[in-house]
């Protein structure tokens, strides 16, 4: 689909009257979140023949919030400009053709709701907003009008198309007005009708009111005034005009009347899903287009989705026509908010449909029938996931609450995708195929649920019983593990599934029994390693593909490497420092079996490790390994990784997802980045490559897209430095806050960011969730773009009351009156201190009010009181009626009279203090009265017990005591006074209870405190104590606190654990320390040695040493330093080493006098006490421990160096133990170390310092001619003649030679060092070119001798000259060449499979054709390489041959590299053509001879050539 990368694209906004808009020639717009996405429809489209005309061509990218409207000019000549506007108060206007924004302004104040540019004035913009305000704005002249025309609204605005001045208005509250802009906004006509929210206005496309037949009388609806008598003007001469309510109506209203003349309901339609509930108001937006060649026609959305076709010819009788009533599934699912038309340049009349249901539809007019339908995603991509049997079906985890299912291999459409919502109802943030069950996927979500869905059936999903307590991080398919794998073969799957969540744990579910229980594989891997210390927080799970080795990323940065059916710990790779995010093994199919040994890591940290654990997985040694060293570095992204994927149709070829905003793909074995994606607007989430198209990789990230991209099509071959992701950075965080002021918006109306969707039942059934309607809301449209550790604030950002149509002024006076407030508050307060002083003068409150009260009435009634109480104490009989009833009344005679008279008394009193608040009051009545039981259980109910009540408790006895302290710190921990509570129920010996009450309320010091004041030494609750304060305070970063607490709980291990996981030099430092005092030898050696590393870093000398200091076992590792810093020191005064900081180095270091070896072997001496040979035995015994990756040219110079002086260091004391054949070895080593790294200055200097005299010396200590040392040693002294031969090339080769060692000349030359600099790679394919580049001349005059030093060095060359040697090579070189042509092959082969359904021309063959050309490259440039190509038997048989004779050589010249033989020859040529006295015509003959007989690869033809004709 052309050259812009194919997008999954955001899904258009929702509940906006206008932001989709399209022009005549194809081209369509929609605002999705805060762009808008432009889509070329059409022939124009440039599709794949036979697939959907339309294709994603581009993002007009610059508002910072939700766009909300959206508008083309329809004026031809300009249909490139368009306009848009955005919740962030502007309006642009763009040029589509460059994407930019030609100009804009801010002159709204509130919330733009609508947006139109018209159709009769080319430069007229017009918008309005929430608060009634409209404003005209004119572009050529940058001029804008004001006008207010009433306090409500504005939902909806559209000029009219046939006059310039009109413009139809729609509010929230149902009216609709027209106005006249060329007399400030006066209102022409308001038509009332309507009595809820107007979503669309149309105007009729036809001028007058002849189009349609609507005969007056028979219009049932009663006339309504205008409001205003208006003197018939030619400017409200008839027109139609159309408009759609969310009140279900479509109203057509006459302009020259100003009245209604037509009402539409909506049917309601039955579908799937059964009837409607009458009682549930449905969801709707009714939008509307009025057909221009159609007038009599009028379209219009529908409850469901449906689109309907009104016929307006019969006004009397509903008639419609359903789109795409013969196909079923072709419609809308959920309501539709925008349609507009498009004529495409072949004349086709299209309508082109958003909805809620996040697809873009486009209708053909003739046929009213779909066309095709445009996917979009309403959430971040979290997971992308290509199934293993059904080839190019690709699972997409969508943040909407939906898995789509792409299938890209569709032919007749681009964009085949099937959406499953059903059963997840949350983000999906982990997918899995099952590698063999066909449509069988594996999700998990944001919340913790993991499940299986058949992608072939319509069934929802299977949900395991077991969630996780946090997001799903990662889900693996892999074989099962004890419990589950106990079964016999028929009782248990062959495969189970692993999920591993966010609170560290990975659950082993059984997809046969997911209602079971999952189980912890923590269990066993603790069962089978015996593990004590505390196992580490698991981040993520990933199977080699053979099934028998499991790898656990963890939260530390640890890798863990375990093997099955146990899970045995074979390994830990402690690499990365920060949480892994990912981990993926090379596939097992590539060219080099060895390679799925391979292992791609990812962290917090921008940088990828890559290991290789062959050895490990194959040496099955007892006791687990720990690797500290990377097999590849891959470094240049500058943010967290969060995914990476292995090419199936390369080796070692990787492609990684990065927060900096872009995917890179890597050469991994080289360390060598090939290509940068930079097509995403955000952070990425997943990467995955394409299974069938070599060159395709498909991304996503919270730009809600994924996108489909080539890695022959990307510009950046690496990742931007700094710049890229500090935009993203600085984009994140400008994007404002919620204004919870501005954005009133009632409930009625949906707030729009809203995310999750709501299909969680079939269509018909509606929530019940009350009125936000779209299910869960969206944070994720835009704060979650800023962080993800946001909480959802749209909620409070969407005020629920509805907006009120008062004036302004009301608002204003309401302001007024809230300052006025505040004043009088404050003159109220300032005279504090004396009520304070009133207050102690008052007299405390009475106990017995009421009856004190009733005491004080008036005299007849104390008269009547004392009558009553006379009656009732001398009557002789019992109190009659009368008496009881007057005493009942009269309560407070209960002072004077019996018991249980008082008592009712008392209690009358005690409700009145309750009534008035307060308690104290009526605990002390009771308290009086003896109830001490009913007086606690009272204020234990109302929650008012108190210190004073619960001191009281004991009187009532123990139980009451002890019941009444527990009901008092219930209510304490109701109040939030934690502490308190704990302290009570200490006061009653629940020691237990206080402690967990503490910690639950993470009040772990204080728990701690208590537990060890009270509690034995070795009760287990004070372990756990520690053990989870320290697990939250590793979490938030306190890592030393954590330590300590870790160190409490008697796990050294884990103390010194979290000690290094800041991993600056000083936390590593300590940590090495702690660990040597636990114990803990080895912890401590590899902390102490990442301190010296990280130390070195900063080129902090004396600061590493004293780090390596700690350790005995690193005795060896100080050895290394030290040489590694005499060498730094000695290429630094040779100013071979650039120098960005200052180093301290250690005193050692001065005073560097003779030759290098004995400078180091000094300070061994002094430094170090290194003088015995057991000491130096043991030193080598301790390096020879620590293996090395080999270098790449990619390999960084500070890590080059520590690797080259480790070989180095064990070459030494191989010298001074006499065991020349290890020094030779080693010396080597290092010698190929920086010939692969390409460091030819660096070889250089090896030679020079450590053969300062030649291998002479080396071959009379070796004696013995056949020692098995012999063919190592002969490399080491071939690559010395090769470093002095090219030095020697060089000297020559100057402009004008200088006398020195080698020539005697009259003229200066270049310095060694600017030489090698020129020279910075020595592999045959760089240096050719460089050595078949005509020399400049050499003046003619000048007369060049050799030295004997440099006949020296050309006698010796003849031992470069290896017969033997050159015929490997030439054989290595002819597998390598075949291995290369067999990947093109394959590669084209693909490519050609790819494209067979469309190569019906030549345009699509071209492509291909250049992409030959280019694969070749080059090498094409001599006439007979460009023979036939060559057949694939010829090629297997050449393999066949070169592997043949490969085999034929003995070991020992294959195990040591060799310098390239054709390259010596040359370079001997080189200086014969350019010298012819310096080489003799017997050494030239050889050269052209090994030329001929061996340069049958590309590589050496053309030079070949040059010195043999």
Request: charged share 25%.
């Amino acid at each position: 689909m052309g050259q812009e990368p194919r997008v999954l694209p955001p899904s258009p906004n929702w509940y906006c009257a206008r932001c989709s808009d399209a022009v005549p020639g194809g081209l369509f717009g929609f605002a999705a979140r805060t762009s808008v996405f432009l889509v070329r429809v059409g022939p124009g489209a440039d599709a794949i023949p036979g697939t959907p005309p339309f294709r994603v061509i581009g993002e007009l990218v610059g508002h910072t919030e939700r766009v909300s409207g959206f508008t083309f000019s329809h004026h031809p000549g300009q249909y490139n400009l368009c306009a848009t506007s955005s919740d962030d108060g502007t309006v642009k206007i763009w040029d589509v053709e460059t994407k930019t924004v030609v100009t804009e302004h801010a002159l709204h104040q509130h919330t733009i709701s609508a947006l139109h540019w018209s159709p009769r004035v080319k430069d007229l913009i017009v918008s309005g907003d929430e608060k009634g305000v409209v404003f005209c704005y004119w572009l050529n002249r940058n001029d804008s009008q004001h006008l207010f025309i009433e306090p409500r609204t504005i939902l909806c605005l559209t000029c009219s198309p046939h006059h310039e001045d009109l413009i139809a208005i729609g509010y929230k509250d149902g009216i609709v007005v027209i106005i006249d802009i060329s007399k400030k906004g006066e209102v022409i006509h308001r038509l009332r009708g309507h009595d809820d929210e107007i979503h669309s206005i149309a105007w009729c496309p036809l001028p007058g009111e002849d189009c349609l037949s609507i005969n007056q009388e028979e219009n049932s609806e009663p006339e309504i005034p205008n409001g205003k008598v208006i003197a018939q003007t030619p400017v409200a001469k008839g027109c139609y005009l159309a408009t759609g309510s969310k009140d279900q109506t479509i109203r057509i209203w006459s302009c020259s009347r100003g009245r209604g003349v037509m009402m539409l309901k909506l049917p309601s339609l039955k579908r799937r899903g059964g009837g409607i509930d009458p009682t549930v108001k449905e969801r709707l937006w009714l939008t509307l287009h009025w057909p221009k060649d159609q007038p009599t026609q009028l379209v219009s959305s529908c409850f469901g989705g449906e689109l309907l076709l009104w016929d307006l010819t019969q006004s009397w009788r509903r008639k419609y026509t359903l789109f795409s009533a013969s196909s079923e599934g072709q419609n809308h699912s959920r309501i539709v908010f925008n349609l507009c038309p498009l004529q495409t340049e072949d004349d086709k009349q299209l309508l082109l449909s958003t909805s809620m249901d996040r697809d873009v539809k486009c209708w053909d007019m003739a046929t009213l029938e779909c066309c095709w339908t445009l996917p979009s995603l309403g959430g971040f991509a979290y997971s992308l996931a290509f199934s293993p049997v059904d080839t190019g079906c690709l699972a997409i985890g969508v943040g909407d609450g939906m898995i789509r299912i792409w299938n890209t291999l569709s032919i007749k459409n681009n964009y085949d995708v099937k959406n499953f919502w059903q059963g997840v109802k949350s983000k999906v943030t982990a997918l899995c195929w099952h590698p063999t069950k066909e449509g069988c996927l594996a999700f998990g979500t944001d919340d913790g649920k993991v499940g299986l869905y058949d992608t072939y059936s319509s069934k929802p999903p299977q949900i395991s019983s077991t969630y996780h307590k946090k997001t799903v991080y990662t889900l693996a398919w892999g074989p099962p593990v004890p419990p589950t794998a106990l079964g016999g073969e028929g009782d248990r799957p062959s495969l189970t599934l692993y999920s591993c969540g966010g609170e560290g744990i990975v659950l082993q579910h059984n997809p046969w029994k997911l209602s079971g229980e999952a189980f912890d594989i923590n269990k066993l891997i603790r069962d089978t390693n015996s593990i004590t210390y505390k196992l580490p927080v698991h981040t993520e799970i990933s199977w080699k593909a053979d099934g028998k080795i499991m790898a656990l990323g963890n939260e530390d940065g640890s890798i863990e490497i375990f093997r099955v059916p146990n899970l045995k710990l074979i390994c830990t790779i402690q690499q990365h420092h920060k949480l892994v995010n990912t981990i993926s093994w090379h596939h097992e199919h590539g060219s080099q079996p060895e390679l799925s040994y391979l292992m791609a890591s990812g962290s917090n940290n921008a940088v990828i490790y890559v290991h290789n654990l062959q050895t490990v997985i194959e040496s099955n040694s007892e006791s687990p390994v720990t690797i500290t060293e990377p097999y590849r570095t891959l470094s240049g992204h500058t943010a967290k990784i969060t995914s990476l994927a292995w090419s199936p149709h390369h080796d070692g070829r990787l492609v990684s997802a990065s927060y900096d905003g872009t995917a890179q793909v890597w050469d991994t074995l080289q360390e060598e980045p090939l290509c940068n994606f930079r097509g995403h607007r955000g952070r990425l989430f997943c990467v995955v490559w394409s299974p069938l198209d070599p060159d395709c990789i498909y991304s996503g990230a919270d730009d809600f897209c994924v996108y489909k991209w080539l890695t022959s099509m990307q510009e950046h071959s690496r990742p931007p430095q700094g710049k890229k992701s500090i935009e993203l950075e600085k984009k994140r965080l400008s994007q404002p806050k919620p204004k919870p002021k501005k954005k009133k918006k009632p409930t009625s109306r949906v707030p729009i960011k809203q995310e999750l969707c709501d299909r969680n039942e079939d269509e018909g059934v509606k929530e019940s969730s009350g009125p936000v309607e779209n299910g869960v809301s969206d944070q994720e449209t835009e704060e979650e773009a800023r962080e993800p550790e946001l909480p959802c604030a749209v909620t409070s950002a969407v005020s629920k009351e509805p907006i009120s149509c008062t004036p302004v002024s009301v608002g204003f006076e309401k302001s007024k009156v809230t300052i006025n407030n505040k004043v009088t508050l404050l003159k109220k307060e300032l005279p504090k201190e004396k009520s304070e002083a009133l207050m102690k003068k008052r007299k405390a409150r009475s106990i017995l009010p009421l009856s004190t009260s009733l005491d004080h009435r008036s005299k007849e009634e104390i008269h009547q009181d004392c009558l009553v109480l006379a009656t009732a104490k001398h009557s002789k009989a019992e109190p009659n009626e009368d008496v009881s009833a007057d005493l009942e009344e009269r309560f407070h005679l209960g002072l004077f009279t019996d018991r249980a008279t008082l008592y009712r008394m008392i209690e009358v009193e005690g409700k009145g203090h309750l009534e008035n608040g307060h308690p104290e009051l009526f605990h002390q009545l009771m308290l009086w009265k003896g109830d001490l039981k009913g007086v606690l259980r009272t204020a234990a109910e109302r929650g008012e017990l108190t210190d004073n009540l619960v001191a009281m408790a004991p009187v009532a006895g123990y139980h009451v005591w002890v019941w009444a302290v527990e009901a008092f710190a219930k209510q304490l921990c109701f109040q939030d006074q934690y502490v308190k509570a704990a302290s009570h129920l200490l006061s009653i010996h629940k020691v237990y209870e206080a402690v967990e009450l503490l910690k639950s309320n993470h009040f772990y010091r204080e728990a701690i405190a208590v537990a060890k004041a009270r509690l034995r030494p070795e009760d287990p609750i004070l372990k756990d104590l520690y053990l989870s304060w320290g697990a939250v305070l590793e979490k938030d970063g306190h890592y030393a606190l954590a330590a300590k607490c870790y160190l409490g709980a008697t796990s050294a291990y884990d103390a010194a654990k979290v000690l290094s996981k800041k991993g600056d030099a000083t936390s590593l430092r300590t940590a090495a320390e702690l660990a040597s005092i636990v114990g803990e030898n080895e912890l401590s050696a590899s902390l102490a040695l990442r301190c010296a590393q990280e130390l070195l870093l900063a080129r902090n000398w004396v600061g590493a040493q004293e780090a390596l200091h700690l350790h005995e076992s690193l005795k060896g590792q100080r050895l290394v330093f030290c040489l590694l810093e005499l060498l730094s020191k000695h290429l630094e005064e040779k100013q071979l080493l650039e120098v960005k900081s200052s180093s301290s180095y250690n005193a050692w270091t001065a005073g560097g006098e003779g030759p290098f070896v004995e400078r180091v072997t000094a300070v061994w001496k002094t430094a170090f006490s290194l003088d015995s040979p057991e000491q130096y035995q043991a030193a080598v015994r301790q390096l020879q421990s620590v293996k090395y990756p080999s270098a790449t040219s990619n390999t960084p110079s500070k890590q080059l160096l520590l690797h080259l002086c480790h070989d180095l260091t064990l070459a030494v004391l191989s010298q001074q133990v006499a065991s020349w054949d290890t020094a030779v070895e080693e010396l080597l080593r290092a010698v190929m170390r920086s010939y692969d790294s390409g460091n030819f200055t660096i070889m250089q200097e090896v030679h020079s310092a450590f053969l300062p005299e030649g291998c002479d010396h080396l071959r009379d200590k070796l004696g013995d001619h056949q020692s098995p040392t012999t063919p190592a040693f002969k490399s080491l002294e071939a690559f010395f003649i090769y470093g002095r031969l090219y030095e020697f090339w060089w000297s020559l080769s100057g402009p004008c030679p200088e006398s020195s060692i080698w020539v005697r000349a009259a003229h200066r030359r270049m310095t060694s060092v600017e030489q090698s600099q020129q020279l910075n790679n020595v592999s045959p394919e760089e240096t050719e070119p460089k050595a078949s580049q005509p020399e400049p001349s050499r003046p003619p005059e000048l007369d060049v001798r050799l030295t004997e030093e440099g006949e020296q060095i050309l006698r010796a060359c003849k031992e470069l000259f290896s017969e033997e040697h050159a015929s490997l090579q030439n054989s290595q070189r002819t597998v390598a060449e075949v291995q290369e042509t067999l990947a093109d092959m394959i590669r084209q082969h693909q490519k050609r499979q790819l494209c067979k359904p469309t190569a019906d021309g030549p345009a699509k063959n071209e492509p291909e054709q250049e992409a030959e050309q280019s694969l070749s490259g080059s090498q094409h440039q001599c006439k007979e390489e460009k023979s036939e190509p060559v057949s694939l038997p010829e090629l297997t048989k050449r393999l066949t041959e070169a592997n043949e004779r490969i085999a034929k050589f003995p070991e020992s010249i294959k195990t040591w590299p060799f310098p390239d033989v054709l390259e010596c020859c040359l370079i001997l040529l080189h200086i014969k053509s350019q010298h012819p006295g310096c080489v003799t015509h017997e050494m030239q003959q050889q050269a052209q001879e090994l030329l001929q007989k061996y340069s049958n690869t590309k590589v050496y033809k053309r030079h070949c050539q040059t010195f043999c004709t």
